[in-house]
């Protein structure tokens, strides 16, 4: 067995043992707003349920370890005092991960990831249409832990409202553990589904995605892909050149007859298997064989 002394241990290691041990971790997708009114949307897995009576629910925006600066959620947080605490599932995961990459400030991480602003009722940020569950929040305490790079800010977030997609529900009005299909952080880049196990989901950390906004309107609409599809298309750093697709095209005899076909539906399909096997750019080439680029 190895033993590690916390003291001897740099802080980025330390996350990673932390991150690796304690887990599965549920995630709050945080929506928040700053004081100019613009949206921010942004996963955290420091989360969970502590309170009934009053409803608590605590989640805590970390200082980043490399520069020690803090997150625009939580200096939202500290204007306004209001954050809605959406919960994720399978359906969106994809997209949740997006929206934890690291855009400017005032970016409006729900159109980045393509998901919906859905207004609040009695507080001010959107809520996330897709999620089934939402919790409007009014924020009574942010507890700093520390003032170094790693250290967390407890949002101390009281429960105004629920929102429940009644698709969740089972015939006792109760939540279905199975319908909700929730995923939970684990170390690195993987993720626990609580219906199936493990899947990985590689985190944005390095590489800004262009965003699901920058997708082809044709594309977004698909009647094929779907969010987590999306999801993957749009964490891409940059699209393939002309010259890598109809290089592609002219090495893919089966593309060939699918465009020749005119059948986008099937075009769609062939780009989802690669998306199912992490192909991303192979992906991208076929929904793009089809257009002017």
Not at 17 to 28: F, H, K, N, S, W
Not at 171 to 200: C, H, P, T
Request: proline content about 6%.
């Amino acid at each position: 067995m190895v033993s590690i002394t916390v003291s001897e241990v740099p802080t980025a290691k330390l996350h990673g043992y932390l991150l690796g041990a304690v887990g599965p971790r549920p995630i709050a997708f945080a929506s928040t707003m700053d004081d100019k009114g613009r949206p921010n949307l942004s996963p955290f897995s420091f989360f969970n349920v502590f309170s009934s009576n009053p409803p608590i629910l605590i989640f805590s925006p970390s200082r980043r370890v490399r520069d020690n600066s803090t997150k625009h959620t939580l200096e939202n947080v500290l204007k306004n005092m209001e954050v809605v605490i959406n919960v994720v599932n399978y359906s969106m995961v994809q997209q949740m991960s997006l929206a934890s990459s690291e855009y400017k400030e005032g970016e409006n991480e729900f159109i980045k990831s393509g998901l919906t602003m859905l207004p609040s009722e009695m507080v001010k940020p959107f809520r996330v249409a897709e999620s089934p569950v939402q919790f409007e929040c009014k924020v009574v305490k942010v507890e700093p832990l520390g003032e170094g790079g790693g250290a967390g800010n407890l949002i101390f977030s009281e429960v105004l409202k629920i929102h429940v997609d009644t698709d969740i529900l089972d015939e006792n009005g109760s939540i279905d553990q199975y319908k909700i299909d929730q995923v939970a952080r684990m170390g690195g880049n993987w993720y626990s589904r609580a219906n199936l196990g493990l899947f990985e989901v590689p985190k944005p950390v390095t590489s800004l995605g262009i965003g699901v906004d920058q997708i082809p309107e044709h594309i977004k609409l698909s009647n094929v892909l779907t969010g987590n599809d999306l999801g993957m298309l749009g964490n891409v750093e940059k699209l393939p050149t002309k010259e890598e697709v109809k290089l592609y095209v002219k090495n893919n005899m089966e593309l060939r007859a699918i465009l020749s076909s005119g059948d986008v539906a099937l075009q769609h399909a062939k780009a989802q298997e690669l998306l199912k096997v992490k192909d991303v750019p192979s992906a991208w080439k076929i929904l793009l064989a089809d257009m002017p680029l």
